[in-house]
């Protein structure tokens, strides 16, 4: 375990291990048992069980990020009046519809299941080398050697977060560049397996992006 927070998710930690272990024989049954498989099989389950949340947190993010300029306008016309800019800003979200708690509450039911996810496959023991295998990686409890999955999780992280920027501010854009690069570099040195993760599901998540917003983007073309 790693330490106060590993012991907080043991629970569900112990639970992705049991459908782990499941998946794992569901691709032995198959005849090319893989726990490389299984994790992404795991996660791709995860990410398809979590998918109305992340409708719902997406959606928050982006109608926020549209609002953006006009609040804006605002916090500039208001800025010596705390009280009324408060109050133009409550009326700005109800005239659009939109709670700026409404991304908080989905994340925050996520981060345990996807905390668990962490640190079960930080701690997860392959019961043999060759299981451990997985493409090109010869373990997937070691970091991978080649960089490939360090790399794959940059780039996936900055196309996820590209496509839910419709402000492109200054802060936005040093965001959009020093939080893919910041993944990267962690990644250097965790689990390949637990990148594994990480990686597939960035590109469940831009797949379900882009399901979400596809009649935006003909909407988009249309105009």
């Not at 112990?14 to 994790?39: E, P």
């Not at 409404?102 to 023991?125: D, K, V």
């Not at 397996?193 to 979400?212: C, D, E, F, K, R």
Request: hydrophobic share 45%; glycine share 4%; charged share 15%.
């Amino acid at each position: 375990m790693l330490g106060f927070f590993g012991t907080i998710f043991e629970p569900i930690e112990n639970l992705l291990h049991v459908v782990l272990q499941a998946l794992y024989n569901v691709t032995d049954l198959a005849g090319f048992g893989s726990y490389g498989v299984a994790i992404i099989l795991l996660t791709i389950l995860i990410k398809m069980l979590l998918y109305p949340l992340t409708v719902k947190q997406v959606k928050s993010m982006k109608a926020m990020q549209e609002l953006s300029p006009k609040m804006k306008k605002i916090q500039e016309k208001y800025k010596d009046n705390p009280q009324v800019m408060q109050q133009k800003v409550g009326a700005l979200y109800k005239e659009a519809g939109v709670n700026p708690l409404a991304g908080c509450l989905p994340l925050l039911i996520q981060m345990p299941i996807l905390m668990g996810m962490y640190y079960a496959l930080y701690n997860f023991t392959y019961p043999t080398p060759e299981s451990a295998a997985f493409l090109w990686l010869p373990n997937m409890s070691d970091p991978d050697p080649y960089y490939i999955l360090p790399v794959l999780s940059a780039l996936t992280t900055f196309l996820q977060q590209k496509q839910t920027t419709t402000e492109m501010n200054q802060q936005m854009k040093i965001m959009m560049t020093v939080m893919p690069l910041f993944i990267g570099w962690i990644s250097l040195n965790f689990p390949s397996g637990l990148v594994l993760y990480w990686v597939t599901m960035n590109i469940v998540q831009i797949a379900q992006q882009w399901w979400m917003y596809r009649n935006d983007d003909k909407k988009k073309e249309a105009a």
